[in-house]
């Protein structure tokens, strides 16, 4: 199976791994990510979650031949802190979010989230829950398709796009990806269609929507820094820009100092930020990186790291 992790290397070297970190794998997928971890921590213990049983299973097998210290959670990353406490791990060292639908996801025709073959429309990272693509698609109003493709899309045209779904699956029901580009081109024109490419939006909005990606991002990052070690670190990489402006603005609010006390001459170390962004620029990936994987183009990695323990909790 091909599969390639993304910012590989600068995001391992971002954790500032040590023989006895305890480090969590927020996605694990495919275990690119994991393996290189494992390898470096053989004194300490890898968590990994993840939602998709296939990555899973693959990913296991990928794991077991590296080493044995780590446990995998078939579970959302949003339960992140209450699945570790109970298993009785309250702090770690490290963790990593590897946002974003990995390569074999795509490629596989079974999966409905690629607009550039004709498939079956899912778009389910967890193929175990109700709501996939084809639900979103049937059942949410015009209005609520329209807000969809605007706020997890950016798209333009989403109103146009919205009424001409609706009209189109109150005559035949919408089965197939290959059909839902057929509509949004019929939407939109041929012109601005091959022009600025609206599908991509529509199929990345109705993906976000399917799999809850911002709104579990929004509720994981709080939970991951409260787990952080002093000098431990969190990395995330992102692949879209309401993705990095979730992480960007989290990460920016606990590393300044709070504003009650900002112009105190001396500032009480309750009040001293716990946090501080280690790169202030995202680091993104090597032209070579983006030669070898174009799906690498829009990566970004933000690192921030705990340099005190909260003294409020």
């Given at each position: 199976?091909?599969?390639?992790?993304?910012?590989?290397?600068?995001?391992?070297?971002?954790?500032?791994?040590?023989?006895?970190?305890?480090?969590?794998?927020?996605?694990?997928?495919?275990?690119?990510?994991?393996?290189?971890i494992?390898?470096?921590?053989?004194?300490?213990?890898?968590?990994?979650?993840?939602?998709?049983?296939?990555?899973?299973?693959?990913?296991?097998?990928?794991?077991?031949?590296?080493?044995?210290?780590?446990?995998?959670?078939?579970?959302?990353?949003?339960?992140?802190?209450?699945?570790?406490?109970?298993?009785?791990?309250?702090?770690?060292?490290?963790?990593?979010?590897?946002?974003?639908?990995?390569?074999?996801?795509?490629?596989?025709?079974?999966?409905?989230?690629?607009?550039?073959?004709?498939e079956?429309?899912d778009?389910?990272?967890?193929q175990?829950?109700?709501?996939?693509?084809k639900?979103?698609?049937?059942?949410?109003?015009?209005?609520?398709?329209?807000?969809l493709?605007?706020?997890?899309?950016?798209e333009?045209?989403?109103?146009?796009?919205?009424?001409?779904?609706?009209?189109?699956?109150?005559?035949?029901?919408?089965?197939?990806?290959?059909?839902?580009?057929?509509?949004?081109?019929?939407?939109?024109?041929?012109?601005?269609?091959?022009?600025?490419?609206?599908e991509?939006?529509?199929?990345?909005?109705?993906?976000i929507?399917?799999?809850?990606?911002?709104?579990?991002?929004?509720?994981?990052?709080?939970?991951?820094?409260?787990?952080?070690?002093?000098?431990?670190?969190?990395?995330?990489?992102?692949?879209?820009?309401?993705?990095?402006?979730?992480?960007?603005?989290?990460?920016?609010?606990?590393?300044?100092?709070?504003?009650?006390?900002?112009?105190?001459?001396?500032?009480?170390?309750?009040?001293?930020?716990?946090?501080?962004?280690?790169?202030?620029?995202?680091?993104?990936?090597?032209?070579?990186?983006?030669?070898?994987?174009?799906?690498?183009?829009?990566?970004?990695?933000?690192?921030?790291?705990?340099?005190?323990?909260?003294?409020?909790?």
């Open positions: 199976m091909k599969h390639y992790s993304v910012l590989k290397q600068e995001a391992i070297e971002g954790l500032k791994l040590r023989k006895n970190s305890i480090i969590v794998d927020a996605t694990l997928g495919y275990g690119g990510h994991s393996s290189e494992l390898k470096q921590i053989p004194e300490g213990h890898l968590y990994a979650f993840d939602k998709d049983s296939e990555a899973i299973m693959y990913a296991k097998e990928r794991l077991e031949k590296v080493g044995s210290s780590f446990t995998i959670l078939h579970q959302d990353y949003k339960t992140m802190k209450s699945a570790l406490l109970d298993l009785g791990v309250s702090k770690v060292d490290g963790i990593l979010f590897d946002l974003g639908v990995s390569s074999p996801q795509l490629d596989d025709e079974h999966r409905g989230f690629s607009f550039m073959r004709d079956v429309l778009m389910r990272m967890n175990e829950q109700s709501l996939d693509a639900v979103v698609i049937h059942t949410y109003s015009k209005e609520q398709l329209a807000d493709f605007f706020r997890y899309g950016e333009k045209q989403s109103k146009k796009i919205a009424a001409y779904i609706v009209q189109a699956r109150e005559k035949k029901s919408i089965e197939t990806t290959k059909e839902l580009v057929d509509i949004i081109q019929n939407a939109v024109g041929a012109n601005y269609f091959y022009k600025t490419h609206p991509r939006n529509i199929f990345q909005a109705i993906r929507e399917v799999n809850q990606e911002l709104t579990n991002l929004e509720k994981a990052l709080p939970d991951a820094l409260s787990l952080l070690n002093v000098g431990g670190r969190i990395c995330v990489i992102t692949f879209h820009s309401l993705e990095d402006r979730i992480v960007k603005n989290v990460f920016k609010q606990v590393s300044e100092v709070d504003e009650m006390v900002k112009g105190l001459p001396v500032i009480p170390k309750a009040y001293l930020p716990k946090y501080r962004i280690v790169n202030h620029k995202p680091i993104v990936p090597s032209a070579q990186e983006m030669k070898e994987n174009s799906r690498s183009r829009s990566a970004k990695l933000r690192i921030i790291e705990r340099i005190h323990d909260d003294e409020k909790e």
